[in-house]
């Protein structure tokens, strides 16, 4: 197996770096209920197929912890789930109808996002504040770039921005500016912990 360096560690693996198979099915299964409960976050929008959810912050926040290999597959997880009828998708949906209805391009940008992040996470940008900022714009850009293209065939290119994307603008900074808090927070306690 190739070893990892210090600054290639995402924070899950510094703060439990057992391997093994179990921890990775429960990292993965965990992190998979998590975004299905962030996805139960949700705030339906009159004007637009796509409701307001706390799954970008969840799909984001699991991607900086997890990397690159590990925050992607617990998306797949998550989604393979709510296709196989669990009640996981915003609003308790199940089936494949979220997939390929107006919400679709959001939940592939999922995917392309949480390697984005864990990438980057994987090369030291989840321990400064300025670093977590600009990951979470990428991510949330990607999010935004698949999903718009998806939501245009349901809305419209006239329509696309104004139900797709500037509702969650406010939001996303929200949940932009949580995460520049509490990665870097984390990390310094880990660097603490590990002075002791």
């Not at 949480?114 to 991510?139: F, H």
């Amino acid at each position: 197996m190739e070893r990892i360096s210090a600054n290639q560690r995402v924070m899950v693996d510094t703060i439990w770096p057992m391997n093994g198979l179990l921890r990775e099915v429960v990292l993965i299964l965990t992190g998979s209920l998590l975004i299905a409960a962030a996805a139960q976050v949700k705030i339906p929008l009159p004007f637009s197929p796509v409701p307001i959810t706390g799954q970008t912050f969840a799909v984001l926040l699991l991607a900086a912890l997890y990397g690159s290999k590990r925050g992607p597959v617990t998306v797949i997880t998550y989604l393979t789930l709510g296709v196989a009828g669990m009640p996981i998708f915003a609003g308790a949906v199940t089936g494949i109808s979220p997939l390929i209805g107006p919400t679709g391009g959001y939940l592939a940008g999922f995917l392309a996002a949480a390697y984005l992040v864990g990438l980057l996470s994987e090369r030291g940008w989840d321990r400064k504040p300025w670093s977590v900022a600009v990951s979470m714009v990428i991510g949330n850009a990607v999010i935004y770039a698949l999903g718009v293209l998806w939501l245009a065939y349901y809305v419209g290119w006239g329509k696309v921005l104004a139900t797709g994307v500037l509702p969650f603008i406010p939001g996303d900074i929200i949940k932009i500016g949580l995460a520049t808090m509490l990665l870097p927070a984390g990390w310094k306690l880990i660097r603490g912990w590990e002075r002791r």
